[in-house]
């Protein structure tokens, strides 16, 4: 009678106690990365490698996806305002959207599934095959040569491809509001010009995808450094880094929108 | 210390062990994988750790290296003791130490040349004409010159443990830990694997670890041997005498008998439970 509720609260003490350990890992995986961070910098080499395989392999995606992104906007933009005969705003509409919110968000979305994931496989397949380890017994701290590099990389590389986003959605909005729409194309541009403004708006997106950088690519390495070293342990791990990360990213991005634009 | 002084010094230090372990308790969760154990490791020797899968091999090594601390006990490494180090003194104290791991542990994003070139480039500020030839004369020592330009996907496992060999070796260290490099080698490489060993170990002036449960090849090479289970060393000596041990635990590992003290059968219910027979009749008189 007594065993299944005794079973249960085993069962929970366990998760509790597995939870505070990996918490109390996540802890000595950023005592060890802070003070390694500015010695990194010293090295600009290892940052420019790593800025190409978490920056440059990720254009592609960010661009495409922007693409897409400006175009449904400027078709479901352009629905609703024509209702309302204010079809010459679609501009701001698309622009501010992207700025604000698609662009640090999905931009970060996207990041943790490209770049992210590929993080955590790497450092993972690095771990399980004692390359760390290795590392560790040639003196050489994995975390200032491995993990840094791969943090500033992401953390630079994150606004800029937010930024990307955003220049080739309203692109694509552009094209379907005003090449396929109607829509005039003075309009377009001149309520972007007056109507998104640079501290507000830009500076306020940049905020968000520098913050979502530092989430995602913190995420990313730790459940890559911290994986069970084998290949189930790596795959689980990757998974990890996109759901943690999809609900750091989203989460957070309503409490700084709440913040920032006094909504 | 005046320079007559030393003179007397160096040949003493030369006989104390290089690396002392002291009553070294360890274990993992529940499990308890050392348990008071000693032993010592002589300069310039090649020191057999043996035993089956499981038993703590690969852990012994991780524990002088610093890399895992002991429940208990202490592990001194010419005359340091490793678990009272500073990072910075563990990491000088690693640039003297070499480790060959059991898959090579090569970094998968250099070549050859730029894995065994690794430590020099991340410690030193060498010329890049002199690494080069460090590098190359390292790979040559183990057979592995013409090899410099490829990928380590491109190696095969014997291959892959001879540029680890090489890499291990780049910093001139005074110990080098072998941990498996003979699992999963065919006997062409098994016999170039136990001939570096060997020869590296007395032309470099070494001394060598060599972690293995492959029984022939380590005992042809090794000049000491502990034999290692259930936590406790349960032998130890040259390997002619580890082969004359007629201590049952010592045979069934020698000659790989199925069972013995380590049972054949994983500890399980009785067959008459598991298969549901009928308790076994007292035969009638």
């Known amino acids: ?29 950023m005592l060890g990365l802070l003070p390694a961070l500015p010695a990194s910098l010293l090295r600009p080499r290892l940052i420019v490698d790593q800025l190409y395989q978490v920056g440059v392999l990720s254009l592609q995606i960010i661009l495409v996806a922007g693409a897409f992104v400006g175009m449904v906007l400027g078709l479901q933009g352009y629905s609703i305002l024509a209702t309302y005969g204010s079809a010459e705003s679609l501009g701001v509409v ?39 380890a290795g ?26 491809l937010a930024a990307l986003f955003s220049l080739v959605g309203v692109l694509g909005g552009y094209a379907i509001g005003v090449g396929l729409l109607g829509v005039d194309s003075g309009s377009y541009w001149s309520q ?31 459940e890559g450094y911290d994986c069970v070293p084998t290949a189930e342990g790596v795959s689980r791990a990757t998974t990890r880094t996109v ?8 989460g957070l991005d309503f409490v700084m929108t709440a913040l920032m634009f006094n909504v | 210390m005046s320079d007559a002084a030393a003179c007397v010094a160096a040949p003493e230090s030369m006989l104390e062990p290089l690396i002392e372990i002291r009553n070294l308790s360890f274990s993992r969760g529940s499990r308890l994988i050392f348990d008071n154990i000693s032993l010592s490791i002589p ?31 202490e592990v001194w490494v010419d005359g340091l003791n490793v678990h009272t180090l500073s990072r910075r003194a563990l990491f000088a104290l690693r640039k ?33 004409s002199m690494l080069r030839d460090l590098v190359l004369m390292k790979l040559n020592a183990v057979g592995l010159r013409g090899a410099r330009d ?19 070796l780049i910093l001139d260290p005074m110990l080098v830990m072998f941990d498996e490099p003979f699992t999963g080698q065919d006997p062409i490489t098994l016999g170039v694997l136990v001939r570096l060993i060997r020869n590296l170990n007395d032309a470099l002036g070494l001394s060598s670890i060599l972690v293995s449960h492959d029984v022939a090849e380590t005992l042809s090479i090794a000049d000491h041997v502990y034999v290692l289970a259930d936590g406790h060393v349960i032998a130890s000596g040259t390997p002619a005498a580890i082969q004359a041990d007629t201590s049952p635990w010592v045979r069934q590992f020698m000659q790989g008998l199925a069972d013995g003290p380590v049972p054949f059968q994983y500890p399980a219910s009785s067959l008459q439970d598991d298969f549901r027979l009928p308790p076994l009749q007292e035969p009638s008189s």
């Not at chain 1, 999905?106 to 943790?112: I, M, P």
């Not at chain 2, 070499?98 to 690794?118: K, P, R, Y």
């Open chain 1, 1 to 29: 009678m007594m065993r299944p509720v005794l079973n249960l609260l085993a069962r929970i003490g366990q998760g509790v106690m597995e939870a505070l350990a990996r918490l109390g890992r996540w802890f000595v995986f």
């Open chain 1, 94 to 132: 698309v622009a501010l959207s992207l700025v604000r919110e698609l662009g640090p968000v999905l931009t970060a979305l996207l990041f943790a599934g490209r770049a992210g994931s590929a993080l955590t496989a790497e450092l993972g397949l690095m771990k399980s095959t004692e390359q760390l």
């Open chain 1, 135 to 160: 590392m560790e017994m040639m003196a050489v701290d994995p975390l200032k040569r491995v993990v840094a590099p791969r943090f500033w990389a992401g953390v630079l590389t994150m606004p800029l």
């Open chain 1, 192 to 222: 972007i010009q007056s109507q998104v403004d640079f501290r507000e708006d830009i500076i306020n997106g940049v905020i968000k995808s520098v913050l979502f950088g530092v989430v995602a690519v913190w995420i990313a390495l730790f």
């Open chain 1, 243 to 250: 759901v943690n990360t999809s609900l750091a990213v989203l």
């Open chain 2, 43 to 73: 300069r310039g020797q090649i020191t057999g750790i043996m035993g089956p899968s499981g038993t703590g091999k690969t852990t012994l090594l991780k524990l002088v290296g610093g890399q895992l601390r002991p429940d208990a006990g």
């Open chain 2, 96 to 128: 003297r130490m070499g480790m060959l791991f059991q898959h090579g542990a090569l970094l998968t994003d250099l070549s050859v040349f730029e894995n065994v070139a690794f430590p020099l480039r991340e410690h030193t500020r060498l010329p890049e």
């Open chain 2, 150 to 168: 490829l990928q380590t996907a491109e190696l095969s496992g014997g291959m892959a443990r001879r540029v680890a060999l090489a890499r291990a």
